[in-house]
C-alpha cells in the first residue's frame, strides 16, 4: 500500500506547473517513459508532416482558448526537464488522432441523493505503473479558488478527482468516442472544474462547443446538494441528475447513439455494479463503499488488482459526503482497510 504524497503549492499558472513539476520530476520521468502510447504511437506520429501539422493546430488552440493552462504545462515541462511536447502530448493522449486507438478501461463511480445521504464514489483505476506516481496537490492559482486533487504525474491537475473552495466537487470516468475531432482536449476542460463556482458552472466548462473526445463528468455541489453525471461526445453532450442510486464506468449510457469501445473490463463493471444496485440499493457510505470494494464479479470486478485478464488496478478509493462536507480517500481496500485513509474538510458555505 503506497501514502499518496502531499503537496502544497500557489502562484501563476506557470510557477504552479513549475514547482509541481520540480517535486514530482522523478515521477513525471519514469511515468513519461513507462507510457506506451506517448512513446510508440504519440511521439513517433508526431515526426510526420501529417502529426506536425496537427500539433500545431492543437497548441494554436488550445493558446488561444486556455492560455493559463499551456503556461501550467510548460511550467511543469520545464520544472520536470522534460519536452513541453512531451508534456502537452501526454495531456491530449485521447486526443491526438489517428495515432492511437484506444480501449475503455479506467474508473468506477457510485452516486447516492436521497433525503437522508448525498454521497459520490469514485475508484481511481488504471496501469500499475501509473499507480505508482500518485500525488494529492493542494493548490490555488492566484485569483482563483483553492482546490485539493489527485493527479497524475504531468498530468493537468483535474483528470481523476478532487473539489474546490467552492464545494464543486468531481470524479471522472474516462470514455473512448470512436469519432474524435481536431477541437479542445478533454483534460483542458477537465482543468476547469477547479475554477467552476456552481455545478451548473462546471456543466457549462466540460460542454464547451469545439470539444475534440469525450469524457463522463461526475460532479457534485456541497451547497447545492446536487450530483449530476455528464457525459460528453465531440458532438453531443447528456445530463443526468441522480436521484437515488447511480453507478457508471467507462462506456456512455446517456448518449446511447455514441460509438465508443467498450472494454470488457467496463462492461463487466456495470452489469456487476447494476446487480447490486438493484438487490441492495446503497443507502449510505457502507453501501456505497461495499460495491466500490466488491471483488465477486470475475474475471472483470470492479475492485481491481491487476489480476488475469484484468491488467488494470484500482489505486485508491475516494468519498464525497456532501452533507458532512468531508472527502476520504482511502489507500487500501475500502471496507478491509477501511482505517487507511486520508480526510479532508470541503469548503462551500453559502
Known sequence: MRTLPEFHVHGSYYEVGLATGRRFAAEIERTMNQFGPLRHDLLPYLETAEGRAQYRHFLELH????PGYVEEVAGTAEGAVRPFEEVFLGNLWGEFQPAVEVQGRRCTDVAVLTADSALLGHNEDGMPFFGEGLYLVHGQVTGGPAFTVLSYPGALFGSAFGFNEAGLCFAINALFPKEVGAGLGRCFAARSLLEAES?????RRVTLPGRSSGFGYNLASVRERRVVHVEVAPRSYALHEVEGGYLHTNH???L???????SESSAGRLARGQAILAAEPPRDAAGV???LGDEAGAPYPIYRTATAPDNNATFCTALFDLDARRLRVYNGHP????GACLEFEIPGDS
Open 289 to 291: 463503499l461495499r460495491i
Open 252 to 254: 456512455y449510457l446517456e
Open 256 to 262: 446511447g447513439r455514441v460509438e465508443d469501445w467498450v
Open 335 to 338: 471496507v478491509r482497510e477501511a
Open 63 to 66: 493558446q488561444a482558448h486556455f
Open 199 to 203: 455545478l451548473d458552472d462546471a456543466v
